[in-house]
């Protein structure tokens, strides 16, 4: 089993910047692909950004040039700091995992970019 505790949600006004944490625990040897997807309500849950353990990156086109996904494979840690957020950026975003073609999610945290 694999957990993901993620961190760094809250509200900020548009233009602000936030990262978020998500660090992974349990019983695995290696973690292939780690990302963030965002669901906000009323809205199915859309991928924002993913990184193989190679460091290899993949964005959603809303979010190209804002943020940057990053990852600390020591730690199991994934990480996205995200620029020049926008009131339509206001979702809860959910860390997920791929460990030996198994998906793990994280219990989501609110971000919220109002002022």
């Known amino acids: 089993q694999v957990q993901l505790v993620e961190s760094g949600g809250g509200l900020v006004q548009p233009g602000g910047s936030l990262r978020l944490s998500c660090a992974a625990s349990g019983s695995f040897w290696s973690i292939n692909a780690m990302g963030w997807y965002r669901q906000a309500p009323g809205k199915q849950r859309d991928l924002v950004a993913s990184?193989?353990?190679?460091?290899?990156?993949n964005y959603a086109d809303s979010v190209k040039g804002r943020w940057t996904i990053s990852r600390d494979n020591a730690k199991n840690t994934v990480y996205l700091q995200m620029n020049s957020l926008k009131p339509e950026d206001t979702a809860v975003y959910f860390c997920?995992?791929?460990?030996?073609?198994?998906?793990?999610w994280g219990q989501g945290t609110q971000v919220t970019v109002s002022s």
């Open positions: 997920y995992c791929s460990v030996l073609g198994n998906d793990y």
């Open positions: 990184i193989t353990k190679g460091g290899r990156t």
